[in-house]
């Protein structure tokens, strides 16, 4: 059995999480492909939207994994989740799947809450975050209101600096949300620690993503 994993994001911290996370729900001797291009992400930020372009080589990512045996496909980053939706009928074309790493992470949130809180350090990320939620929102019959984290100056930071600013920001709304959800799978780190200083629910991707693509798996058959 093979898997692909596709990063647009290539931060050490990301890697490890969602390699870390995979390794634990599926067999051993699953053959794993780290497929990386962080121009695309770079692309993204510097135009403050998916370009056709980046999304041209995103897909084009997805086509090399199937082309190299892989049996499910995992995209790692939120900012190009809408392109992964839109891949979804080649994904089912070509029996392949493209499985979201923070969709079901986003409905896990509207399912434990009403006013959801979205942590970001990239405007980019935002958006197609806030997308997913409300589109699973609407799935799930449910009205949420979401509110914007944007984590300003994160960037060049080590970790421990890092959690002092995630709590910074995340003090000044945890009074008024009922969950936080990390909208970047590389803040997964600072997730208990989040909580703890907190107390309210907090969410982020990478274990609902490992559990979604061993789900895509056991759909198949494979597992």
Known sequence: MKVALVYTSTTPELIELVEKEVSQVLPQGTVVISNQDPSI?????????????????????????????????????????????AAQDVGKYTGIPIVRIDEDMCREAVRQGVRIGVMATLP???????????????????????????????????????????????????????????????????EEYIHQQCGKPVLSSPRFGAVALKEALVKKGLL
């Open 41 to 85: 992400l770079a692309e993204v930020r510097e135009a403050g939207y998916v370009t056709a372009p980046a999304a041209a080589r995103l897909v084009g990512m997805y086509m090399k994994a199937v082309s190299d045996g892989a049996d499910a496909i995992l995209n790692i980053c939120s900012s190009v989740g809408e392109v992964a939706d």
């Open 124 to 190: 980019t990320t935002l958006a197609p975050t806030k997308n997913t939620i409300m589109r699973v929102a609407r799935e799930m019959n449910k009205h949420v209101e979401l509110v914007d984290v944007l984590v300003d100056g994160a960037f060049g930071l080590d970790q421990e600096q890092f959690k002092g600013l995630m709590t910074k920001y995340a003090r000044e709304v945890c009074d008024s949300v009922d969950v936080i959800l990390f909208a970047q799978g590389s803040m997964a780190y600072c």
